[in-house]
């Protein structure tokens, strides 16, 4: 290859459309296949832009990540010659997302991507985001520190902290409780 086909090739983001839940493994194909073939000056970046979850399993608080965009990756590369081919034919691969079935990909604008990458970027950076919606009035049950097993009715809650304030019956007396949001789970 030449100097000059090098530095000609001008990369672009591409979202490749997977089968959803093995977006992980289908990365990993596409760049092993990328390194075999000696592409990898025309494909830099493979991204799966993902959010940390936070869920409750037997009582413990577990992070978890997940594809932001179920079923897509995004894939920075300069689609020259047979690289969007080799690409299609990686196990996994459904195709790359263009204006038609089956058509020539089409590269995300610039604005897409920053936000896109921009998006990832705070993901990683706050702490997970906990989106558990909570109403005022809705049932809960405390599943954590001392009030655990007790019931009560959400009062108000309490977004920017992540709490909610919850009236709990002990002792026959309702009592407010400030709560946080992984100290309770809905009533079913």
């Not at 839940?21 to 000056?41: C, D, F, P, T």
């Not at 959010?51 to 300069?78: C, D, M, T, W």
């Amino acid at each position: 290859m030449s100097e000059q086909t090098k530095t000609d090739t001008v990369k672009k983001w591409y979202v490749v459309r997977a089968i959803s839940g093995q977006e992980k493994k289908v990365k990993q194909y596409i760049e092993m296949e990328i390194n075999r073939l000696g592409l990898s000056n025309f494909v830099s970046q493979i991204l799966i832009p993902t959010e940390k979850i936070y869920q409750i399993r037997n009582g413990k608080k577990v992070s978890k990540e997940r594809p932001f965009y179920g079923g897509y990756i995004l894939v920075e590369a300069a689609l020259v010659g047979e690289v969007a081919h080799v690409i299609k034919q990686i196990t996994g691969v459904i195709g790359f997302l263009g204006e038609t079935k089956g058509g020539a990909p089409v590269p995300m604008r610039l604005a897409e991507v920053n936000r896109i990458l921009g998006t990832v970027d705070d993901l990683a950076e706050t702490d997970a985001q906990i989106s558990i919606p909570f109403i005022v009035g809705e049932t809960v049950k405390v599943i954590n520190g001392p009030f655990n097993g007790f019931t009560g009715t959400i009062e108000r809650v309490i977004e920017d902290k992540k709490k909610l304030e919850v009236m709990v019956k002990i002792f026959g007396r309702k009592t407010p409780l400030e709560l946080g949001y992984l100290e309770v789970e809905k009533e079913n």
